[in-house]
C-alpha cells in the first residue's frame, strides 16, 4: 500500500510539476492574467485532484468554505475524513468507477460531515496518463437551492393536479409539444385516461369544419405570448358534439419565458340549444307582432315624485300601431308629446299596472286621437323597477258606433212596437164589442122566430074558435 501512494505522489508531484510549468508558460504569455490556482479559488464550487488512492492532492478554496477547514489541511487526507463516512460511503461506487477510466456525472443527496447534507452536482473526470488512471479530477456544485425549487415545484403542480382533478369543468396545462396535463374532467368528457390526451390529441376529438380556425388563433396567441378563447365544437366520449368555451391564459417562468398555457373549457350546448331557442321564440315573436292586426306596444310609465303617472314613453310598436292610434313615429317619444290633451284616467290606468303588476282589460274613448275608442289589454312586462306595460288594443270605434245606431234603431222598434200593440189592443177591443153585438142580434133573431110561431099557433086556434 505504501508503495502504491509512494508511486501516486510521485505522479501527482509530476502532475503538478507540468500544470506548473504551463502555468509559468501562461503567466509569461500574459502576465496579466490570473495563475491556474487563482482561477480555480475563484470558482464557486469545489474543484480537486484526488489520486487513485482516495486522497486529496489539490482543492480549492471552496473547500474552506463548505467544511470550515484550512486548504491546506485537507492536502493528503481521505475522502473518509473530510467528507464523512456516510458521505464517503455514498459516493465510493462512483469513485470507483471512475478510476477505472469511465467519466461520471450524476446528481446525489450527500450528507456531508461538517458542511450539512447537500444536493450536488458532480463531475468525475479521469486523469489519463496513457495506460495508467493516477487519480481523477473531482467539479462538485451545490444544487441545494435547484433542489428545493424542483421540490417546492413538484409540490406546487401536485395541489394544482389534486386542485385541478376536483374542477368540474375540463382544464389542462400546454407546453411547446402540446398537452401536458389534462384533469380528471377532461378525461371523463373525452372518454380516454388523461395520459392519453397529451400532445395535439385536441386535433383529433375538434370538429373538423372548426379545426382550421382554431388552430390559426391559437398560433397567433403562441406567437405574442397572449390570452386567447374561442368558442367550438369537441366530441365527446359518447360521440356526441358540444359546443365549448375555452379560455386559455399563458404561463411563463420567472424570467418571463412563455411556457405554455393553462386552459380550461365550459360546456354551451345548453346554452347554445336555449339561445337558438329563444332566437326562434324572437323570430317567431317578430312575425306575430309584425302580422297581427291588432295594435301593440311597450312602454315605459313615468311617476311623478307624489307617485303619480304623469307620461309614458313608446319603447316599440308593431306596425298595426300606427293604423290603429293614428300616431307615426311613436317609438322612443312620450305620449304627451304627440298627445298633450290626452285623458289623464289612460295615464293612471298604466300607472295601476305598472305598479302592482295586475293585468287589466277595459274598453275606453280616446277623444285626444280623434275620439277613438279602444278595447285594451295592459300587462306589466320585465322587473317590476322598469315601469313597463304591454299593451294590446285594437280600435273598436267603428263597433261602438254600431252598437249606439242599434241601441238607438232597438228603442226606435221598441216604440213602435208599443204603439202597434196599443193599435192591436184597441183593435181587439173593437172586435170584442162588434162580437157581443152580433151575439145579441142573433140571440132577438131567435127570440123573434119562436114568438112568430106561437103567435100562429095561438091565431090558428082563434081562426078555428071562430068558426
Not at 138 to 150: G, H, N, Q, T
Amino acid at each position: 500500500m505504501e508503495s502504491q501512494e509512494a508511486s501516486g505522489d510521485a505522479a501527482l508531484k509530476a502532475r503538478i510539476a507540468e500544470l506548473e510549468a504551463e502555468n509559468a508558460r501562461l503567466r509569461s504569455a500574459r502576465s496579466e492574467g490570473p495563475d491556474i490556482r487563482g482561477v480555480a479559488d475563484a470558482l464557486p464550487v469545489l474543484l480537486a485532484y484526488i489520486d487513485r488512492n482516495h486522497r486529496y492532492r489539490f482543492n480549492n478554496r471552496a473547500y474552506e468554505e463548505w467544511f470550515g477547514h484550512r486548504r491546506e489541511d485537507l492536502a493528503g487526507k481521505h475522502m473518509r475524513e473530510v467528507l464523512g463516512e456516510a458521505a464517503y460511503e455514498g459516493l465510493r461506487p462512483m469513485v470507483e468507477r471512475v478510476l477505472q477510466g469511465e467519466k461520471h456525472s450524476f446528481e446525489q443527496f450527500v450528507p456531508y460531515k461538517d458542511g450539512g447534507p447537500r444536493h450536488v452536482a458532480i463531475d468525475y473526470v479521469p486523469d489519463r496518463r496513457g495506460a495508467t488512471i493516477p487519480g481523477f479530477f473531482a467539479l462538485v456544485r451545490d444544487i441545494s437551492e435547484r433542489k428545493r425549487a424542483e421540490q417546492a415545484l413538484r409540490e406546487s403542480e401536485a395541489r394544482f393536479r389534486a386542485m385541478a382533478d376536483t374542477a368540474p369543468v375540463p382544464a389542462w396545462v400546454t407546453g411547446p409539444d402540446g398537452i401536458e396535463f389534462a384533469n380528471q374532467a377532461f378525461a371523463e368528457y373525452a372518454g380516454r385516461p388523461s395520459e392519453q390526451l397529451t400532445g395535439h390529441v385536441w386535433t383529433e376529438i375538434i370538429h373538423p369544419d372548426d379545426l382550421a380556425a382554431v388552430a390559426a388563433r391559437r398560433a397567433a396567441a403562441w406567437e405574442k405570448g397572449e390570452p386567447y378563447g374561442f368558442e367550438a365544437r369537441f366530441r365527446r366520449g359518447d360521440g356526441e358534439w358540444r359546443w365549448l368555451m375555452v379560455s386559455s391564459r399563458p404561463r411563463r417562468d420567472p424570467d418571463g419565458t412563455l411556457l405554455g398555457y393553462v386552459g380550461m373549457a365550459v360546456d354551451l350546448t345548453d346554452i347554445h340549444a336555449a339561445t337558438e331557442a329563444l332566437r326562434e321564440s324572437e323570430e317567431r315573436y317578430r312575425s306575430l307582432f309584425s302580422a297581427i292586426d291588432a295594435g301593440f306596444c311597450i312602454i315605459e310609465v313615468e311617476f311623478a315624485p307624489s307617485g303619480e303617472a304623469v307620461d309614458y314613453r313608446f319603447i316599440e310598436v308593431n306596425p298595426a300601431f300606427e293604423q290603429q292610434t293614428g300616431l307615426y313615429a311613436a317609438a322612443g317619444k312620450r305620449m304627451r308629446e304627440l298627445a298633450p290633451d290626452h285623458e289623464q284616467h289612460w295615464f293612471d290606468l298604466y300607472g295601476e299596472v305598472a305598479r302592482t303588476g295586475r293585468p287589466r282589460r277595459f274598453e275606453h274613448e280616446a277623444a285626444a286621437l280623434g275620439g277613438r275608442s279602444f278595447d285594451v289589454y295592459a300587462y306589466r312586462t320585465g322587473p317590476a323597477s322598469a315601469h313597463r306595460v304591454a299593451i294590446l288594443f285594437n280600435d273598436v270605434t267603428a263597433r261602438r258606433r254600431a252598437e249606439k245606431a242599434l241601441t238607438e234603431l232597438n228603442q226606435s222598434l221598441e216604440q213602435r212596437i208599443a204603439a202597434g200593440i196599443a193599435e192591436r189592443e184597441r183593435m181587439e177591443e173593437a172586435l170584442r164589442q162588434s162580437q157581443k153585438m152580433e151575439a145579441v142580434g142573433q140571440l132577438t133573431g131567435g127570440i123573434a122566430h119562436d114568438f112568430n110561431n106561437l103567435l100562429t099557433v095561438i091565431t090558428g086556434n082563434l081562426e078555428l074558435a071562430q068558426r
